[in-house]
């Protein structure tokens, strides 16, 4: 959608809801600390005010900054129930531990949750083609990285990685090491 219809359509939210406190535009200008004129060209679509002056304005009308923003269109928000993840075996290694996996929408493609014994075996090269996020929510694994120092995490720590960064997890500690793995959603051929 163009940007100026968004820009619109802010402002005539910002009117709608200083009319509705029952405010008039030199009340919400001198509450929001910023000029009359420059409130009436907001609410025309004439200018575009900065978050912090979208939060001036929404604070003088004791509301939310998103209160001005358009929803989130329809199918922006998944939720992937308990009984509809998929259990998969990390490795082939007896000990092994099981992952949950769960498709994604949006930038988030998939969503792998691991509970890591110290006797499980999770080592073994392993490469995604697109970009991930590893964070741990308990314990500590060291992760290696082909040509890289590796590095060892702890509990609430994040690791990004570009796609195809080639990686290994070595579980490090006594306790259970929990880590939610986010992998990007596929990229459009350029």
């Not at 509809?84 to 075996?89: D, E, F, K, N």
């Not at 970009?131 to 509990?155: A, F, I, K, P, W």
């Amino acid at each position: 959608m163009p940007e100026q219809n968004r820009v619109t359509r802010v402002g005539t939210a910002i009117r709608a809801t200083r009319r509705q406190a029952g405010f008039s535009a030199r009340t919400l200008a001198s509450r929001a600390g910023i000029s009359q004129a420059f409130l009436s060209q907001v609410e025309r679509g004439l200018n575009v005010p900065s978050l912090a002056t979208l939060y001036k304005i929404a604070d003088a009308l004791e509301c939310s900054p998103s209160h001005f923003l358009d929803a989130a269109p329809e199918g922006d928000v998944l939720v992937v129930r308990a009984e509809r993840r998929v259990a998969q075996a990390v490795t082939g290694a007896p000990t092994t531990p099981t992952t949950w996996m769960a498709q994604g929408n949006g930038a988030i493609g998939e969503v792998y949750q691991y509970v890591i014994a110290p006797e499980d075996d999770v080592s073994g090269w392993f490469r995604r083609a697109d970009d991930l996020v590893l964070v741990m929510t308990g314990g500590c694994l060291e992760v290696q990285m082909r040509n890289r120092e590796s590095v060892v995490l702890g509990e609430g720590d994040c690791l990004f990685a570009a796609a195809g960064t080639e990686m290994q997890w070595e579980h490090r500690g006594v306790e259970r090491a929990r880590v939610v793995l986010c992998v990007g959603a596929p990229r459009e051929p350029s």
